[in-house]
C-alpha cells in the first residue's frame, strides 16, 4: 500500500516537473506557454513557438498526444523513482532528499534533451533545498558533502575552459556542484565516470544510427543525472566492492 503511494506521488510530481519544464523553456523563449499551446494549437498540429530561439524537437513541441507521450513518460520515470527510492531507503530523510535529487535530475533531463538548457532557477530552488535538506539526512561529515561540490565542479569547469565551453557547458558545471553537494566525496567521481560512460555509449550509439544530424552536440545533463541516481543509491556498495575486489587483491 505505501509502494503505491509513493507511486502515485510521484506520478503527480513528474507531470508538475513536465510542466514547469515547459514553463521554463517558454520563459526563454524557446516554446510557447503551456496554456497558449493547449488552446490555440487544434488536435494533431503543432503549437507556435513564439519566438523560438532554437528548435525545439517534434518529440517535445510537436503535436499534442506526442506532447502528452513526452510528459507521460516523464511522469512515469518520477513515479518509479519515487517507488524505488522508498524500497532502497523506506520512509526517511535518505528518502526524501533522493526525492528531491529525482526531482531535480528529471526536470533538467527534460530541459537539457529538449533545448540544452539547464534553467539557473531549477538549479537554484532545488539547490537551496538540497542545501538545507543534506545535513539532516546525510550519515557523513559535511565536509565530505562540500568536497564533492567543489570537486565536481570544479572538474567540469577545468574542461569547459579548456575546450572554450565547446565540450561542457556552465550549466553542467553548475548541476554537478549541487549533485556533488548530495552525493559528497568520493561519490561526485562515480558518478562522473558513470555519466561520461553512459554519454559516451549514448554519443556512439547515436553517431551508428545516423540520428540527430541536426544537432552535434550531446546533452551531459542528464547523463549526470541518471550517473548520480546510481550512486545515491548503491554507491556505498559500489566503492565497497572496488576497494574489496580491485584494491586488496
Same mark, same amino acid.
Given at each position: 500500500?505505501?509502494?503505491?503511494? %509513493?507511486?502515485?506521488?510521484?506520478?503527480?510530481?513528474? %507531470?508538475?516537473?513536465?510542466?514547469?519544464?515547459?514553463?521554463?523553456?517558454?520563459?526563454?523563449?524557446?516554446?510557447?506557454?503551456?496554456?497558449?499551446?493547449?488552446?490555440?494549437?487544434?488536435?494533431?498540429?503543432?503549437?507556435?513557438?513564439?519566438?523560438?530561439?532554437?528548435?525545439?524537437?517534434?518529440?517535445?513541441?510537436?503535436?499534442?498526444?506526442?506532447?502528452?507521450?513526452?510528459?507521460?513518460?516523464?511522469?512515469?520515470?518520477?513515479?518509479?523513482?519515487?517507488?524505488?527510492?522508498?524500497?532502497?531507503?523506506?520512509?526517511?530523510?535518505?528518502?526524501?532528499?533522493?526525492?528531491?535529487?529525482?526531482?531535480?535530475?528529471?526536470?533538467?533531463?527534460?530541459?537539457?534533451?529538449?533545448?540544452?538548457?539547464?534553467?539557473?532557477?531549477?538549479?537554484?530552488?532545488?539547490?537551496?533545498?538540497?542545501?538545507?535538506?543534506?545535513?539532516?539526512?546525510?550519515?557523513?561529515?559535511?565536509?565530505?558533502?562540500?568536497?564533492?561540490?567543489?570537486?565536481?565542479?570544479?572538474?567540469?569547469?577545468?574542461?569547459?575552459?579548456?575546450?572554450?565551453?565547446?565540450?561542457?557547458?556552465?550549466?553542467?558545471?553548475?548541476?554537478?556542484?549541487?549533485?556533488?553537494?548530495?552525493?559528497?566525496?568520493?561519490?561526485?567521481?562515480?558518478?562522473?565516470?558513470?555519466?561520461?560512460?553512459?554519454?559516451?555509449?549514448?554519443?556512439?550509439?547515436?553517431?551508428?544510427?545516423?540520428?540527430?544530424?541536426?544537432?552535434?552536440?550531446?546533452?551531459?545533463?542528464?547523463?549526470?543525472?541518471?550517473?548520480?541516481?546510481?550512486?545515491?543509491? %548503491?554507491?556505498?556498495?559500489?566503492?565497497?566492492?572496488?576497494?574489496?575486489?580491485?584494491?586488496?587483491?
Amino acid at each position: 500500500m505505501r509502494l503505491t503511494i %509513493y507511486f502515485v506521488l510521484g506520478l503527480a510530481a513528474g %507531470y508538475a516537473l513536465a510542466y514547469l519544464a515547459r514553463v521554463l523553456l517558454a520563459r526563454r523563449g524557446l516554446l510557447a506557454p503551456p496554456q497558449a499551446a493547449a488552446a490555440s494549437a487544434p488536435a494533431g498540429e503543432p503549437p507556435e513557438a513564439g519566438g523560438a530561439k532554437a528548435a525545439v524537437p517534434a518529440w517535445y513541441a510537436g503535436p499534442t498526444r506526442r506532447r502528452l507521450a513526452a510528459d507521460s513518460a516523464a511522469a512515469l520515470l518520477t513515479a518509479a523513482l519515487f517507488a524505488f527510492m522508498h524500497l532502497r531507503f523506506g520512509f526517511s530523510g535518505v528518502w526524501a532528499v533522493g526525492a528531491l535529487l529525482t526531482a531535480l535530475c528529471v526536470l533538467i533531463t527534460i530541459t537539457d534533451l529538449a533545448a540544452r538548457i539547464i534553467p539557473n532557477g531549477a538549479l537554484l530552488v532545488f539547490g537551496v533545498l538540497l542545501l538545507a535538506a543534506v545535513p539532516f539526512a546525510s550519515p557523513e561529515p559535511l565536509w565530505l558533502h562540500l568536497l564533492g561540490a567543489v570537486c565536481g565542479s570544479g572538474i567540469l569547469l577545468l574542461l569547459a575552459i579548456l575546450s572554450s565551453g565547446r565540450g561542457m557547458g556552465m550549466g553542467d558545471v553548475k548541476l554537478l556542484a549541487v549533485l556533488g553537494w548530495v552525493l559528497g566525496f568520493p561519490g561526485v567521481l562515480l558518478a562522473l565516470f558513470f555519466g561520461s560512460i553512459i554519454g559516451l555509449l549514448a554519443g556512439l550509439l547515436q553517431q551508428a544510427s545516423g540520428g540527430n544530424k541536426k544537432r552535434k552536440t550531446i546533452p551531459f545533463g542528464p547523463y549526470l543525472a541518471f550517473g548520480s541516481l546510481i550512486v545515491y543509491m %548503491y554507491g556505498k556498495e559500489i566503492i565497497d566492492w572496488y576497494l574489496t575486489n580491485l584494491i586488496h587483491h
